[in-house]
Each structure stands twice: as structure tokens, then as C-alpha cells.
């Protein structure tokens, strides 16, 4: 098949089997360059296909030569439409892993459910015996509860309806937004869904089963952002699940202090994934962080970040963190000559300028990088097969 990118709203909905791979590659190749970072062993990702979860993946594989078990909710192809992409980097990610005689395993299904984090333990304790790292790094929409109860996330704000610009990226033009303020059902359901309750779930489980290594550690990922996002982030429904998720890192360091757990929160730079893509106001401000970070010579991508976070920041004896569970990656983005300079532009951003002041070009180039496509070194021309398998799960 001759794969073309189709994308409807916030996402595409096909993917390039060689582009993700080349995608993949690609961030490999980044981390081998840089010098070495050890200090994990069995590394357990939830939520490892796609962004910061894939790349923390390629780091502690490729980086601290770690084996790893990943966790993911991807659509394998039916042989007439594409796989998604987080299912081609996962093949990838194995076929590259096995190159090098590294150990990877990857369960595809619903992380929130008991049958998975069952799976996983069996895996572990049949592979392994014990996890010593714990990435957490979903970004879910939904999440069906014990009950059969299905509940949803929402990104909206809280409080009072806020009205800002927002870009519309299909159109390329700059259009006011106004956002409504979510109900505390849906502040509730989304705690539910991205706060801190399923990752304690899955370190419990994983307590109970005694797969859980003497000083293991885990993680999960948020974003603060600036002032001028907070209205949707920060003090929005997502943000609710956020705090939720940094209360449960403090109590479950509290709670496992006897098997010495250490859990922490990493905060992450804005960058175009999946999931941020459709939170309203927040891709304006990444377009324009974009620009003046490339300028400054500081722009990251998914893989920069979590080579930094890993190698500076959580593998550092002592871990380099607030003086709490925090580990900051989104340093450079909230530098003052860096915001100074956003919010500058965001006053003075229209239709009419918005070239000048945001990267909106290289946001959808690293749209469609997120699907495979626009690589160089691949031949979009070409006929592939769109039925690739993961190895582990072939098995
Ligand atoms: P992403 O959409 O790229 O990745 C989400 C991952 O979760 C994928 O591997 C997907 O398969 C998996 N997943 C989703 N639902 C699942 C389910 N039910 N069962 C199993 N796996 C499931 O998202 P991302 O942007 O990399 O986000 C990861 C984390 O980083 C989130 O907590 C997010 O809030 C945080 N974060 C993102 C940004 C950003 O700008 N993108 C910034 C800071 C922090």
C-alpha cells in the first residue's frame, strides 16, 4: 500500500510503518550519541508507544542498557488500514532492542484493567523476578473503572468560562476561543482518569505480587507551563488530575517507605504529541514557544527531554529534584528570557503575523513526524506492507 497521511481535526488517522520507524530510529540514534547513563535495570513503561513514554523507553534501553516491558493501547492493521503509530514504533523499538541483544516485551491492552496489570506481573516475575523502575506515562481519554463504570477526561477550565486566542492549525489563523468552565463531574472524572489512582494501583499490585524491587523508583509525567496556560492547564481539569498525581507521588513514597520506594513527578516541556494537540490555547503558545526556543538555541523534543531528565536529573545520586518529588525538565522552557519573549509575541500574535512570531510550520512538522511522516531517508513513494508485527507479541 502506498500510505498518505489523513488527518481529521487533532489526529491522523493512518500511520507510515517505515516513517515511525525511521522516527524511532532516529531518537535511538540521539541517545547513543550522548555519554552513557546507568542506574536501572527492569524497566516496566505504561504507556510506552507514543512521546515522552516511547522516549523514556529508548533511554533507559539504549542509554542505561536496561531491559524493558512496555504497556500500550494500540490498533494493529487489519491488512487494508494502517496500523497505528505507536504500534509501528513499538515493532520498531523491538526489532532495534533485539539488534543489540537487548530484552523487550510489550503488552498491548488496557492498562487500567486488572487483566493487565496481572499480565504484567506474571511477565515480570517469569522474565525478570523483580521491577526496579516504574515509568507511569499515560495519556488516556477514558478509563473504564472496576464497576464497568466508563469515565472520560475533559480539558477544559475550571471556575468561570475564559476566553483567549487559540490557533486554528488547519486554517492557519489566529481565532478567539472561549472555553466553559468544566462541571465537578467532569473535574472528578478527569482526576480519575489521568490523576495519581491507577499508577497507585499498578505499584501496589506490583508491591502485592512482590515483584517490586528493595529501592525501586517510579514516575510519572505533568506539565505547570506559564501563566498564560494555567487558565487551561495548570488550574484546569487536567491540572486537578495533575495535582492529584503529585499528592499520590508524596503518599506512596510515605506509604512504601519500608521497601524504600521513591516515587516522583517529572515536569515536562510543552511539545506537539497526541495528547496536547487537542487542548484548546496550549498549541498556540507551543507554536510560538517553538519559535523563540529554536532561536535561543534551546528547543528539546520528546527525546532530548528524557535524556536530560534520566542522565541529569533522576539517575543522579542523589536524585536532582525541588527538594521534593519534583524533577524539573521544563527548566528551560519557564526561563525568564524565554517567557518574556512568549509573552511578548502572544500579546502582539494575529492571522496576519503569526509566521513572524510562532513555528507553526515546524508544529506540523512534528505533527505528522508523530505518524511518520515527512522523514527524510524514507521513500513515501513506496509500496510497503502495512501488517507489521511486534515481535514480543507475534510470539
Ligand atoms: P501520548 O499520547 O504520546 O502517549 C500516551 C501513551 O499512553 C501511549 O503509549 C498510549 O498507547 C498509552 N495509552 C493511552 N491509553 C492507554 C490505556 N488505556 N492503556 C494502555 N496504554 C494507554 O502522550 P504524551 O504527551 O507523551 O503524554 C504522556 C504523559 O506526559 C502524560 O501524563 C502527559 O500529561 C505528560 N506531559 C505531556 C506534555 C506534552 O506537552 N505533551 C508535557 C508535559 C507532560
Not at 498491548?108 to 521491577?131: C, H, M, P, Y
Amino acid at each position: 500500500m502506498i500510505v498518505e497521511p489523513k488527518v481529521r481535526g487533532f489526529i491522523c488517522t493512518t500511520a507510515h510503518a517505515a516513517g515511525c520507524r525511521e522516527n524511532v530510529r532516529q531518537q535511538i540514534e540521539y541517545v547513543k550519541a550522548q555519554p552513557k547513563c546507568g542506574g536501572c535495570k527492569n524497566v516496566l513503561v505504561i504507556g510506552a508507544s507514543t512521546g515522552y513514554g516511547l522516549a523514556s523507553r529508548i533511554t533507559a534501553a539504549f542509554s542505561a542498557g536496561a531491559k524493558t516491558i512496555g504497556i500500550m493501547f494500540e490498533k494493529p492493521s487489519n491488512g487494508k488500514k494502517t496500523a497505528s503509530a505507536g504500534w509501528y514504533n513499538t515493532a520498531a523499538f523491538e526489532e532495534f532492542a533485539a539488534d543489540e541483544g537487548l530484552y523487550a516485551k510489550s503488552i498491548n491492552g488496557d492498562a487500567f484493567s486488572q487483566a493487565v496489570k496481572e499480565e504484567t506481573i506474571e511477565l515480570i516475575r517469569k522474565d525478570w523476578g523483580s521491577v526496579d523502575m516504574v515509568v507511569y506515562s499515560l495519556a488516556a481519554p477514558r478509563r473504564t473503572l472496576p464497576d464497568g463504570e466508563t469515565v472520560s477526561s475533559v480539558l477544559k477550565t475550571t471556575k468561570e468560562a475564559y476566553t483567549n486566542k487559540t490557533i486554528d492549525l488547519a486554517n492557519r489563523t489566529v481565532v478567539p476561543v472561549t472555553i466553559e468552565p468544566a462541571t465537578q463531574e467532569e473535574i472528578d472524572h478527569t482526576v480519575k482518569v489521568m490523576g495519581g489512582e491507577d499508577w497507585k494501583d499498578w505499584i501496589c499490585a506490583l508491591s502485592k505480587a512482590g515483584v517490586l524491587a528493595e529501592n525501586a523508583v517510579t514516575m510519572a509525567y505533568t506539565y505547570i507551563g506559564p501563566e498564560l496556560t494555567h487558565p487551561m492547564y495548570y488550574h484546569g481539569s487536567i491540572g486537578a488530575a495533575k495535582d492529584h498525581l503529585y499528592r499520590t507521588a508524596k503518599e506512596m513514597t510515605k506509604e512504601f517507605a519500608e521497601c524504600g520506594l521513591k516515587a516522583y513527578v517529572s515536569v515536562n516541556k510543552a511539545l506537539v504529541t497526541q495528547a496536547s494537540s487537542a487542548i484548546p490555547v496550549v498549541p498556540l503558545y507551543t507554536a510560538i514557544l517553538y519559535k523563540i526556543m529554536k532561536q535561543m538555541g534551546l528547543q528539546e523534543g520528546c527525546i532530548e527531554q528524557m535524556y536530560r531528565l534520566f542522565a541529569q536529573k533522576l539517575l543522579k545520586e542523589p536524585p536532582v529534584t525541588d527538594g521534593e518529588c519534583m524533577l524539573r525538565v521544563d527548566d528551560w522552557e519557564l526561563r525568564s528570557d524565554v517567557q518574556e519573549k512568549v509573552s511578548e509575541a502572544w500579546e502582539k500574535i494575529t492571522t496576519e503575523n503569526l509566521d513572524e512570531l510562532a513555528d507553526v510550520d515546524g508544529y506540523w512538522e512534528e505533527f505528522y513526524r508523530m505518524f511518520g511522516f515527512g522523514l527524510p531517508n524514507v521513500d513515501y513513494s513506496a509500496d510497503i506492507d502495512v501488517d507489521v508485527p511486534i515481535a514480543s507479541i507475534a510470539e
